[in-house]
C-alpha cells in the first residue's frame, strides 16, 4: 500500500440498527460491536498504524435510556477486564479522551489501571473516547488557556494553533489522516471537532458489528488513493 495513515480515527456507529434488524435488544448490537475493534486493531497492527482513536460513547450518549447506557458501562469494564493481557503481549497502548470523571467509578478505575499497565508499549496506540464530545474539549482548552494567561504565564501573541492543540486531550497525538464512520451517516457527531480539520474521510453503508478487518484494509486501500492538498494545488 502507498501511503499508510498514521492515525486512524473511527465513528463506531450502527450497533442499534444491527440489532433491530434481527429483533435483538439493542444490547446485543453493542456487544457484537465490541468485536469489531479487536478486527480493527490487527488490521492497524499489520498495516503500521500507529494511533488508532474509537469514538465509543459521546457526551451526548448520557440522553439514551438507562439500560442501555449501563449496560454500555458494564460491556466498557468487560472489554478493559478481557483485553489487559492481550494488550500487554501485543504491545498496545491504552489511553482515553473525554470526560472521564462522568464515568462510573469502577469503568474510571479500570481504565486507570489498564492504562498505567501499558503506558510503556509502542507498537499501537488504542484512544477510547468516552463522554467524549469535540466542543467540550475545545472548551476545556480554552479555559486552560485562560487560566494560564491570567496567571501571567500566557499573552495574546502566543495563543497558536500548535499551544491549542497542546492543550487538548489529544495533547502529543497527532491528527488523524483517515476517518471511518460505519452505517452510513454523513456527520462528524461531535468527534475531534479540532482535530479533523484535514482529516480524509471514508463512509461505509457497513454497520460496526458487520465491519471486519477486510473492510478496514479497503479504508486504508481508499485512503491510500487519495491526494491530500491542504489547500494547496
Ligand atoms: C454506536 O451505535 C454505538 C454508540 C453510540 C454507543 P448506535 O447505538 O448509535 O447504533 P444506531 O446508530 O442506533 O444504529
Ligand atoms: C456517534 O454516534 C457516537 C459514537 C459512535 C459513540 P451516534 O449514534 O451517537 O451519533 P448520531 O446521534 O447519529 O449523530
Ligand atoms: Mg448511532
Request: overall charge neutral; aromatic content about 6%; some cysteine.
Amino acid at each position: 500500500m502507498s501511503s499508510i495513515p498514521r492515525h486512524v480515527a473511527v465513528i463506531m456507529d450502527g450497533n442499534g440498527r444491527w440489532a433491530q434488524q434481527r429483533g435483538l435488544p439493542r444490547l446485543a448490537g453493542h456487544e457484537q460491536g465490541s468485536k469489531s475493534i479487536r478486527q480493527c486493531v490487527e488490521a492497524c497492527m499489520e498495516a503500521g498504524v500507529e494511533f488508532l482513536t474509537l469514538y465509543a460513547f459521546s457526551s451526548e450518549n448520557w440522553k439514551r435510556p438507562a439500560l442501555e447506557v449501563n449496560g454500555l458501562m458494564l460491556l466498557l469494564e468487560k472489554f478493559l477486564n478481557e483485553k489487559k493481557e492481550e494488550m500487554l503481549r501485543e504491545g498496545v497502548r491504552l489511553r482515553a479522551i473525554g470526560r472521564l470523571d462522568d464515568l462510573p467509578k469502577a469503568c474510571r478505575v479500570k481504565l486507570d489501571e489498564v492504562r498505567d499497565a501499558t503506558a510503556h508499549n509502542t507498537r499501537l496506540n488504542v484512544i477510547l473516547a468516552l463522554s467524549y464530545s469535540g466542543r467540550v474539549e475545545i472548551l476545556d482548552a480554552i479555559q486552560s488557556v485562560v487560566a494560564e494567561a491570567a496567571a501571567g504565564t500566557l499573552g495574546p501573541g502566543d495563543i497558536t494553533p500548535e499551544l491549542i492543540s497542546s492543550h487538548l486531550y489529544t495533547a502529543g497525538i497527532p491528527d488523524p489522516d483517515l476517518l471511518i464512520r460505519t452505517s452510513g451517516e454523513m456527520r462528524i457527531s461531535n468527534f475531534l471537532l479540532w482535530q479533523l480539520s484535514y482529516t480524509e474521510i471514508h463512509v461505509t453503508k457497513k454497520l460496526w458489528p458487520d465491519f471486519g478487518k477486510a473492510d478496514f484494509l479497503e479504508a486504508l486501500q481508499d485512503f491510500s488513493s487519495r491526494q491530500r492538498r491542504y489547500g494547496g494545488v
